[in-house]
């Protein structure tokens, strides 16, 4: 069993910063940041497999999210610039061990639960 604890969120304006941390009891073949806003899908927002560190991101966030893995403390990073209200979310922390598409939620099988981040115009 994985476990997943994310720290982090908080409430800025926009243009501001964050990042998110993502405390892993262990790190899996591939880890994941998704947020969710009540009544929508979990998006998924940034993955990086641990092996090789290579990521993806979604159209929405490149440029402004980068995501970054500590191997060696286990602990997976998100960091969050320029934000916009439009990235108010809970925002948690996934780790996989299988492949499929790295954005897509049921390609991970351990999540966190959740740090909220609340974007102010």
């Known amino acids: 069993q994985v476990q997943l604890v994310e720290s982090g969120g908080g409430s800025v304006q926009a243009g501001g910063s964050l990042r998110l941390s993502c405390v892993a009891s262990?790190?899996?073949?591939?880890m994941a940041w998704f947020r969710q806003v009540p009544g929508k899908e979990r998006e998924g927002v940034a993955s990086?497999?641990?092996?090789?560190?290579?990521?993806s991101y979604a159209d929405s966030v490149k440029g402004r999210f980068t995501i970054s893995l500590d191997n060696a403390k286990d602990i997976l990073y998100l960091q969050i610039t320029s934000l916009k209200p439009e990235d108010t979310a809970m925002y948690y922390c996934?780790?996989?061990?299988?492949?499929?598409?790295?954005?897509?939620?049921?390609?991970?099988?351990?999540w966190g639960q959740g740090t909220q981040v609340t974007v102010s115009s």
């Open positions: 990086i497999y641990a092996r090789d560190g290579s990521t």
């Open positions: 262990v790190v899996t073949y591939r």
């Open positions: 996934a780790a996989g061990v299988s492949g499929g598409s790295p954005l897509l939620s049921i390609n991970y099988e351990y």
